[in-house]
């Protein structure tokens, strides 16, 4: 709904809202929504604890006069514990997913699946979140975050009802 007067969000507006949607909706909701399907859920959620790592990568932060901010070590050195317990929880189940032997071991080729997923997952989540914050203070940001928000769940719900559907019409994943 439209508050009175207010002008017709533009179609730059609705293609932000789409990506923003896609990545932050399809990428990191729906892609953590199938990785639970086939990896325990501490697993996903410790790999979903990878977001500020990719935050921190991918973010290229500038002061009022247009220079790079450096990121601080205390934050840089966090980051590489935080990312070091990660792989240290994960490698050996991925490993042995991937290895000769995959099929005889504990883990099944899913769900190394499932955890490459979860970091596709933090990676888009990331991603939508930085584009988000940088079309909001552009010009094609609107004035009205709330509109914005709506416009991304929108299309965020969209893509996944697609997905969803083709994901239905297509049948079981079966990796072998």
């Given amino acids: 709904v439209r508050a009175r007067g207010a002008p017709r969000p533009a179609v730059e507006s609705w293609k932000t809202a789409t990506i923003v949607g896609g990545l932050l909706l399809l990428g990191g909701n729906g892609l953590v929504t199938f990785a639970s399907r086939y990896a325990p859920s501490s697993v996903v959620a410790v790999i979903i604890a990878m977001l500020p790592l990719w935050m921190v990568i ?18 840089l050195a966090g980051v590489l514990v935080g990312f ?79 997905v969803s559907v083709a994901a239905e019409l297509a049948g079981p994943l079966v990796l072998r």
């Fill in 58 to 75: 991918l973010d290229r932060q500038r002061d009022a006069a247009g220079r790079r901010v450096r990121t601080s070590p205390i934050v």
């Fill in 84 to 162: 070091a317990g990660v792989v240290y929880l994960i490698a050996p189940k991925v490993l042995a997913a991937i290895s000769p032997e995959g099929a005889l071991a504990h883990v099944s080729k899913m769900e190394a699946v499932a955890m490459g997923a979860c970091l596709l997952s933090s990676f888009a989540w990331a991603n939508g979140s930085i584009y988000s914050r940088r079309k909001r203070g552009s010009a094609v940001g609107s004035a009205s975050p709330f509109r914005d928000t709506g416009m991304q769940l929108i299309c965020g719900g969209l893509l996944l009802l697609i």
